[in-house]
């Protein structure tokens, strides 16, 4: 079936740090977004990106849609980067959007 | 996404009571949808509305009625729900006919008692 799975499920980092967190998906995909849950339940848009790479700020992105996986990478983290990172994936069809599990990231200073 | 306007923010409601949430966006996206998410969980579908009528609904009780009165607005009526209801509701947006990203509002942190 449809599946969409992120890696790791939990992460905690030393202020300053970089990591890379990684979703995976079992079929074609017409749209595949990451956001962000702060700890305050907003969900902020970081990336729409089904293909390619993209970046902003200390944040950035990058899909191979051929080999069905997606990268958000976090350099020099930030204590305001902590909460649930969920990458949400539409695919070909009228299917709504997956969201996998997420990967709740915990800075610490 | 601050485009995407919900409200209230919280609300605490007992069993017997009927309440409704509302979503308000003027992006001119015209599908509108409706997530439940529980605590350390993904947002879970409940409904979605394209053109302003509802095109999917993910066997969702009776106790939530939708309803979107034009292309801006969409509610969520409330009635006669349980504890386990309780949950953060979000409202979300994206334009019809492409694979467009999808923008969500804060959100409705919802408590049943």
């Not at chain 2, 609300?11 to 003027?26: A, F, I, P, R, Y």
């Not at chain 2, 949808?33 to 053109?51: G, T």
């Not at chain 2, 609904?57 to 979107?68: I, K, L, M």
């Amino acid at each position: 079936g449809i599946q969409v799975e992120q890696s790791p499920p939990d992460l905690i980092l030393q202020e300053g740090a970089n990591s890379t967190l990684r979703c995976n998906f079992s079929d074609s995909v017409n749209n595949l977004q990451w956001f962000h849950q702060n700890p305050w339940g907003q969900l902020i848009n970081l990336f729409y990106i089904p293909s390619g790479t993209k970046q902003n700020g200390r944040l950035s992105a990058t899909t191979v849609a051929t080999e069905r996986y997606s990268l958000l990478y976090i350099s020099s983290s930030q204590t305001t980067d902590s909460g649930v990172y969920f990458c949400a994936v539409l695919f070909s069809g009228n299917t709504p959007l997956v969201f996998g599990k997420g990967t709740r990231l915990s800075v610490i200073a | 996404d601050t485009e995407v306007t919900q409200t209230p923010k919280h609300l605490v409601m007992g069993m017997t009571n009927k309440k409704s949430l509302k979503c308000e966006q003027h992006m001119g996206h015209r599908a509108m949808y409706w997530y439940k998410q529980k605590a350390k969980k993904p947002p879970e579908l409940m409904f979605v509305y394209s053109y302003e009528k509802l095109s999917i609904n993910e066997s969702v009780p009776s106790r939530f009625s939708p309803e979107c009165p034009n292309s801006s607005l969409l509610n969520l009526h409330l009635h006669a729900l349980q504890p386990e209801d309780s949950a953060l509701y979000l409202c979300a947006t994206r334009r019809t006919g492409d694979s467009s990203p999808l923008h969500f509002g804060n959100g409705t942190r919802l408590t049943v008692t």
